[in-house]
Each structure stands twice: as structure tokens, then as C-alpha cells.
């Protein structure tokens, strides 16, 4: 696609309850990133994706927290069990390790969870 | 692990001012510092970016000035428009064949007055 894709736009849940986050990144970015952010806060790295595997996984903060990415495409973040504090927008971003905009992150537009 | 911090945390000036932004990085090995613009509601955008290999990079009315010794790097917004009103975030990294794990500063609200 043109951009990268994100789905839901908006999740509204209840505290315990399972989500799905879906990111599409742009087609041939072999790179995908998932970040965090809090109302009024910074981007918080969650975890990164070269091709299927995921070198780092350091920012994801609890074990309630997976990702995976298949066929080097769609990524899905999954929260287990989920808390009030995780309510935030999830950001994707990907980028291309070649051509003029190397290294650069292109981030989709967010999905806004609210957990009640 | 690298952490970035940035200030100040908000900035108000008068359009056609000039406006700077400051941030500092804790790993030495971080070589590539990205600034993301977020308009109100929008997805974070780059603006600027500089390597290490260069201490100064101009585009148009921003610029961005990098201090490899010091371990700080700055925005610099010359005759500022209203439109120029968002939350910036510097970000640093490592950067390997392209793939960047960017560790952001907390973000400077900036507003411009007309």
C-alpha cells in the first residue's frame, strides 16, 4: 500500500480482556517497529522486526505483551489480560534498509486503546 | 541502553521568531539522530535527520547541529509560522544496513503565536 496501515483505528475494551493490534506496513520494508504512547508522553519502543524475527524485544513490558510478524508483512501485537495502564496509541512504523530513505521510520496512523 | 532526553518540554514564540530545541544522548555509539514532527492528531513525520559523520545540516528554515564530544544535538526552527505548531521528538540510534531502533526524547510541544 501506499502508507502504513493500521487496524483498529479505535479499540474500546474491558480490563482482562484480550486485543489484537494489526499493523501493514509498506510494501518491501523489511523492517517493522512497534512504539507506545501515553497521553501527553514520548514514543516508547516496544520491539522491532527484521524480516520475521525480532532481535529486540526489550521495550515490550510485560509477558502480557507479544508480537509476531508473518511472511515479512503483517505484524500483530497481542495484549493478554489487558490493564488500565495499557491503555495508550500504539504506533507502527516501518522502514527500508535500501534506497534514498534509508533508515528512515514511516509510522501509520495509531490504534488508540482505551481499557476500561 | 542508549536513553535520550530533551529539552524544553514546551516552547511558546512569537511567529517569525526563532526557535531551538535541545537534546542529549547517554550512548556513544549512537550514530544516526532522526526529529519527528507530530501535528495534533497525526502521525509522527521526519523533518530532519543527521549522521555523525557531520556536525551541521541545513533544510530551508530548520537545521540541526550535532556535538559528538558533548553528546548533544539540536533543532534549530528559524522565522517560525504558525504552522509550525506541533511536538517534536528527537531520537537517537544505532543505525545498522538501515534498520533503526530509535529511542525517543520525551517531546517539546511548540507553539507560534501569530
Known amino acids: 500500500g501506499a502508507g502504513v496501515s493500521q487496524s483498529p483505528s479505535n479499540k474500546v475494551t474491558e480490563k482482562g480482556k484480550d486485543v489484537e493490534l494489526r499493523c501493514d506496513p509498506i510494501s518491501g520494508h523489511t523492517a517493522l517497529y512497534w512504539y507506545r504512547q501515553s497521553l501527553g508522553q514520548g514514543l516508547e519502543f516496544l520491539i522491532y522486526?527484521?524480516?520475521?524475527?525480532?532481535?529486540?524485544k526489550s521495550g515490550l513490558p510485560s509477558d502480557r505483551f507479544s508480537a509476531e510478524r508473518t511472511g515479512g508483512s503483517v505484524s500483530t501485537l497481542t495484549i493478554q489480560r489487558t490493564q488500565q495502564e495499557d491503555s495508550a496509541v500504539y504506533l507502527c512504523?516501518?522502514?527500508?534498509?535500501?534506497?534514498?530513505?534509508?533508515?528512515?521510520?514511516?509510522f501509520g496512523e495509531g490504534s488508540r486503546l482505551t481499557v476500561l | 541502553g542508549e536513553n535520550v532526553e530533551q529539552h524544553p518540554s514546551t516552547l511558546s514564540v512569537q511567529e517569525g521568531d526563532s526557535a531551538v530545541i535541545k537534546c542529549t544522548y547517554s550512548d556513544s555509539a549512537s550514530n544516526y539522530f532522526p526529529w519527528y514532527k507530530q501535528e495534533l492528531g497525526k502521525r509522527p513525520q521526519l523533518i530532519i535527520d543527521i549522521r555523525s559523520n557531520v556536525g551541521e545540516k541545513k533544510d530551508q528554515r530548520i537545521a540541526v547541529t550535532l556535538n559528538k564530544t558533548a553528546k548533544h544535538f539540536s533543532l534549530h526552527i528559524t522565522e517560525t509560522q504558525p504552522e509550525d505548531s506541533a511536538v517534536y521528538f528527537c531520537?537517537?540510534?544505532?543505525?545498522?544496513?538501515?534498520?533503526?531502533?530509535?529511542?525517543f526524547g520525551a517531546g517539546t510541544r511548540l507553539a507560534v503565536h501569530p
Open positions: 531520537a537517537a540510534s544505532k543505525s545498522s544496513g538501515g534498520y533503526n531502533k530509535l529511542i
Open positions: 512504523a516501518s522502514s527500508s534498509p535500501r534506497g534514498v530513505n534509508t533508515g528512515e521510520l514511516f
Open positions: 522486526f527484521q524480516g520475521n524475527s525480532a532481535p529486540d
